[in-house]
């Protein structure tokens, strides 16, 4: 059964690079087809998508947070990391990382076959 382990800090200051690391067992994150997702919850909303990185390494990224997300891997310790720049307390959330089924990117809906971390919670604050 596929794990997923969100880790990072828990408080990241106005304006500095937060980075999270998502560390996958019992599944390769190069196994053909899968898709990583990186999620998020701000406090009082919903869940927000903000990117995907599959099984060749190439990567996509939500309009909205485009400007300011790169998402890379470590294959050799089959980690999957984000990086959100420039941040303001309106990216305060609980951060998830997600994998679909074959050929799915999960996003915003929870459903059978797919993994999900416990979720780790992130606040910008000075």
């Known amino acids: 059964q596929v794990q997923l382990q969100e880790s990072g800090p828990g408080l990241v200051k106005p304006s500095q690079t937060l980075s999270l690391t998502c560390t996958v067992s019992?599944?390769?994150?190069?196994?053909?087809?899968?898709?990583w997702s990186w999620i998020r919850q701000p406090p009082g909303k919903g869940l927000e998508w903000i990117g995907v990185?599959?099984?060749?390494?190439?990567?996509y990224y939500s309009p909205s947070l485009k400007s300011r997300t790169s998402i890379s891997r470590d294959t050799s310790k089959n980690q999957f990391t984000l990086q959100l720049s420039s941040v303001t307390p309106e990216d305060t959330a609980v951060y998830y990382c997600?994998?679909?089924?074959?050929?799915?990117?999960?996003?915003?809906?929870?459903?059978?076959?797919?993994?999900w971390g416990q979720g780790t919670q992130v606040t910008v604050s000075s």
């Open positions: 990185i599959n099984y060749s390494g190439s990567t």
């Open positions: 019992g599944g390769s994150i190069t196994s053909d087809y899968y898709y």
């Open positions: 997600a994998r679909g089924k074959p050929h799915e990117v999960v996003k915003t809906t929870r459903a059978p076959g797919h993994y």
